[in-house]
């Protein structure tokens, strides 16, 4: 009987262990959240615009990290984002490459076929919802499905 008993204590103490040694990470990023494809890029100044749709340019949004990524090329760029008062905010990119650290993005030419100019881009959210996703920099408009 004090074998189960000490099995038991061991193994609930082992439980309890494992639960207060883990961090529930949450965030509520709304409709932003998911896969999007980028289909068209606007020019302000011009009005041109730029159809993307048959390649396969994609943005994703999980947690507090925003990935652009080529899925032909297989070329990945990691930023941190916020979003406030309807703004997105991206800052800190990295090219997602593991074997090489990941390492900062000091070209930003590399982001430009994404409709990011900056290093540290700033768009405003024009429209949201279950399907598109409108955003507008200070010289381009990017048109976005969910995937």
């Given at each position: 009987?004090?074998k189960n008993?000490?099995?038991?204590?061991a193994?609930?103490t082992l439980?309890l262990g494992?639960?207060t040694a883990?961090?529930?990470?949450?965030?509520?990023?709304?409709k932003i959240?998911?896969?999007w494809?980028l289909?068209h890029?606007?020019?302000l100044?011009?009005?041109?615009t730029l159809d993307?749709?048959?390649?396969?340019?994609?943005w994703?949004?999980?947690?507090k990290?925003?990935?652009?990524?080529?899925?032909?090329t297989?070329s990945?760029?990691i930023?941190?984002f916020r979003q406030?008062?309807?703004?997105?905010?991206?800052?800190?990119p990295?090219?997602s490459?593991?074997r090489?650290?990941?390492?900062v993005?000091?070209d930003?030419?590399?982001?430009?076929?994404y409709?990011?100019?900056?290093?540290?881009?700033?768009?405003?959210?024009?429209a949201?919802?279950g399907k598109?996703m409108?955003?507008r920099?200070?010289?381009l408009?990017?048109n976005?499905?969910?995937?």
């Amino acid at each position: 009987m004090k074998k189960n008993i000490s099995k038991y204590i061991a193994i609930a103490t082992l439980a309890l262990g494992t639960l207060t040694a883990c961090e529930i990470e949450s965030h509520d990023n709304g409709k932003i959240d998911g896969f999007w494809h980028l289909e068209h890029i606007d020019t302000l100044a011009t009005g041109g615009t730029l159809d993307v749709s048959n390649e396969k340019l994609f943005w994703s949004v999980q947690v507090k990290l925003l990935e652009v990524s080529n899925k032909t090329t297989g070329s990945k760029f990691i930023f941190s984002f916020r979003q406030a008062d309807g703004s997105l905010y991206l800052y800190d990119p990295l090219v997602s490459d593991r074997r090489e650290g990941d390492p900062v993005v000091e070209d930003v030419k590399v982001l430009a076929p994404y409709g990011i100019n900056s290093l540290e881009e700033t768009f405003a959210v024009e429209a949201i919802d279950g399907k598109k996703m409108i955003l507008r920099s200070e010289t381009l408009r990017l048109n976005l499905k969910k995937f």
